[in-house]
């Protein structure tokens, strides 16, 4: 197998391995400014398991931590307990070499459980928006 | 109710919205009002979900896939231009923040397959959120059949998947054939509902009882109109007294809309109203 070989067949799973450093550095490093550095690198691996595995199971759980981390730069606000959480589940997963829907389900509630807001992007909802009304 | 102190938490869809889509600042009013305890939903809240929200989403997706769109901006201009109802304006809050955070340029064609990508992986998480984050009653007595139209997306395909549930949950005629809101109506909580109606009939018209009222005219046409007048359409704009009537009373139905007001009442529910994300940002 050569190297060009290699580069393809990239997983999913490896990928997410990859991102099990920043994340126990951004548990090691919470509140302080350091903890930059790793935000970003997470945030770049993230974005290129999604470019290029963007149908891949890991890539669904791994988009769920990102859009809770990234967006409004919310990685600032969680816990070292947390950012624990998550690296034990990020373990577990790729442990498991190939995972299933209903593990992607689980693992997507398990972050939810950790506090993680996997859908943060704020709806004002119109105080006379009334549902009764939704569909007039 | 278990422990009088401590009620159990039945969610209306104004609430369940909240807390899957509002704000930080209003989640987390809920989160500490809430502090963990159980929360429960019923398969009918979850169908007003999936027709005020999620229906929209996968209809944005296919605008965005259109071969006539060229890129993310295309399908903003696109859908801010023609689709102006409330409920829709939301798609228009959510997308520019989405595609944001995943750094997606508006004016690339490039980026409009990943675009889709992201709205897949996005609509599938809502839809599992959905059906997962809370507890379910399990006791829908009028057994809507569109709450239970299932979304099976595999990403790979995500628009098939997308448009097989488009379908199914738009195909109202089959979906009433199988639901008994009929049966919930006129006969289960006939009574109670002719009671809605008297009290309704005395109340005065202005902002507070705007929307029981509505409600009620509603619910007076299918009484004297008989099932015939019990439709999906019908269902739209009778929700809350649904809703108020199928609730679990050793609950209490948390809402923020003023119809439960005067529909919990009248039917010995438990229900507490809370306030609006414009007060609770307004207060801070």
Redesign the interface.
Known sequence: MNTEQTVLEVSGVEITKTLLGDLQKLQQYTGEPIAAVYADNLLRTM?KL??KL??DPY??VV??L??AL???NRWIDYNANQYKGVCELLTSLVNQKNINNSSV?SA??TL?NLGF???????????????????? | MNDNSIPQHFLD??VL??L?????V??QYFKSQFTDQPLYISNYVQM?MK??YLINLISFYFVLRLETINNIGDAITLWSNRFK???L??IL??IP??FS???LNFSSSQDKE?AL??LG??I???E??LR??FNNTNNDATACARAIVPLDLD??NAAAGLKQFADEFGDVDTCRNKCQIDQFLLVQYRSEIEQLVQIASQLPKNANTR?FI??VNNLKEILAQGAVACDC?RC?????AVIALNAPRNMQLEHT?N?FDYLCPAINQPHYKHP???QIVTNI
Do not use: W
């Open positions: 974005r999604c470019d963007p149908f890539t669904e988009m769920a990102h859009d990234f967006f409004q389900e997507i509630l939810e807001d996997t859908l943060p992007f704020g709806v004002n909802i119109d105080d006379n928006l009334d549902t009764n009304e939704d569909e007039e | 869809t104004s919205r909240s899957l889509l509002g704000t930080q209003y989640k007003e027709r005020s109802a409330s409920e304006k939301a809050q959510l923040q989405l955070t995943h750094q990943k990508a992201i992986i996005y599938k998480r809502f599992l959120l997962k984050k990403l790979q929307g509505k409600i359409k739209v704009k009778i929700g809350d809309d119809s609006s994300e414009n």
